[in-house]
């Protein structure tokens, strides 16, 4: 009877981490960068199941370009407080991800949102020590993230174009990032 508990306790504790996803956000730009860490114009988001990354993992995964005009509600990323700056020293006040049927492939035929379910936007507010609260477009309580303290930077030289990534969160949500931003070898 005893080994029967412990192997219920084991199936219940798998299923309870199960309920919360981990992932986590990098920000890149593609093209040549002369002074890396010392000036950054970004422009493509990265969500990954994990951290630390390898150049093999990010250049297969889909980038989001940043929105035009700050506003992520008709699509893209938005952002109040990322700048000219390396992405280690923005203090974010706002992060905005659409999340629509169309976040990730606008224009194409095969277009999905980029979490596993459709909440308009998934923002991400400031709430004080590099933490952050995850809502969607009504106000609900999605999940936390955080900034790391020492983020990940990247060069990728090998990759078709230079890449240069930095992890600015790291997330737990029920949100679960969508399987097809991920692109197989």
Not at 3 to 8: E, G, K
Not at 43 to 56: F, K, M, R, V, Y
Not at 82 to 106: K, L, T
Not at 134 to 158: A, H
Request: with cysteine.
């Amino acid at each position: 009877m005893i080994p029967l508990m412990i192997i219920l306790a084991i199936i219940v504790a798998l299923g309870a981490t199960n309920v919360n996803a981990d992932f986590t956000v990098y920000i890149g730009k593609d093209n040549d960068i002369t002074d890396v860490g010392v000036t950054f114009s970004s422009n493509e988001l990265q969500i990954h199941d994990h951290a630390l990354l390898s150049c093999s993992d990010m250049g297969h995964t889909v980038s989001i370009s940043a929105s035009n005009i700050n506003d992520a509600s008709k699509g893209r990323w938005a952002c109040d407080g990322c700048s000219a700056d390396a992405p280690r020293n923005w203090i974010v006040d706002r992060f905005e991800m659409y999340n629509r049927d169309d976040a990730v492939g606008h224009g194409t035929d095969h277009p999905f949102p980029l979490f596993d379910r459709a909440t308009g936007a998934v923002t991400l507010y400031g709430t004080g020590d590099g933490n952050y609260a995850m809502l969607d477009i009504n106000n609900t309580f999605l999940g936390t993230c955080n900034r790391p303290s020492k983020p990940q930077e990247m060069d990728c030289w090998e990759l078709i174009s230079a890449t240069f990534l930095t992890h600015v969160f790291t997330c737990i949500s029920d949100l679960v990032p969508n399987k097809r931003l991920w692109v197989p070898e």
